[in-house]
C-alpha cells in the first residue's frame, strides 16, 4: 500500500513539464494565429481595390477640382435707328473661364481594376464652364451716334445687348476645341496623379487611365 502511494507521489512531478511544454504550444500557437490574423489585415490594407477606393472617397470630398482656367476677350457691337437717327456702340469685354470638374459625380462603378494587367481605368463626368467672371475695370467701349445715345435709351438698350452678346461670346470661346482639349487634359492628370500616387505608395505599380465619355457640359 505504501508503496503504490510514492510510485503515485513520484509520478507527480514528471507531469509538470509536460503541462509547462502544452500550456508553451498552445501559447504559441495563439501567437502565430495572432500573427496570421494581423498580416492578413495588413496585407487587405494594401489591397489595390481598397487603395483605390480610398482614393476615391478622398476625391469625392474635395467635391469640385479647377484643373484648368483661361482669360478670353468679347468683342461686339449693337447697333439702333430710331427717327431717321443710328447709334453704335462697340464693347471689349475681358473675362475668365474656370473649367471644373464634379468630383461627387465620381462614382465606384465609373472605376474599372483590371488585376491581370495591374491597370486602373476611370470614366469621368463633363467638365462644366464656371463664368464668366468678367474683368469689369478693363472694359472698353466704343459709342457713334452722340444724339440718339443723348435724346433716348437708346444707350441702355445697346449697353444690355452688349453685355448679353459679350458674356455668350466669351463662353463661345470658352468652348473652342483647344482649350477643351487643353482642359480635359489637365483633368485627366490630375485624377490619374489622385490614384497613382496611393497606389505607388502602396508598393503597387499600376497604370492608371482617365478619358471622358461625352462632350463637356455647362
Known sequence: MGAGVMRSSASAPRLWPRLILLVAAALMLTAVWWAVTAWQGWHKGYDPETVVAASLEGLREQNVLVPFTARYVAVVTSTQSRLGLSAKKTMIMPGTVRYELDLGKLQQSDLDWDAGTNALN?????????????????????????????????????????????????????????????????????????????????????????????????
Not at 143 to 166: C, H, P, S, V
Not at 168 to 173: D, P, T, V
Open 122 to 218: 476611370i470614366l469621368l463626368p463633363p467638365l462644366r464652364l464656371a463664368g464668366p467672371e468678367i474683368d469689369i475695370d478693363a472694359i472698353s467701349e466704343y459709342r457713334d451716334g452722340e444724339i440718339l445715345l443723348t435724346l433716348t435709351d437708346a444707350e441702355q438698350r445697346l449697353d444690355a445687348a452688349n453685355r448679353k452678346a459679350a458674356q455668350a461670346e466669351l463662353i463661345k470661346q470658352a468652348r473652342g476645341a483647344t482649350p477643351m482639349r487643353l482642359a480635359q487634359g489637365a483633368a485627366r492628370t490630375a485624377v490619374e496623379q489622385s490614384f497613382a500616387m496611393p497606389l505607388k505608395a502602396a508598393g503597387i505599380d499600376a497604370k492608371v487611365t482617365a478619358r471622358f465619355a461625352a462632350a463637356p457640359a455647362g
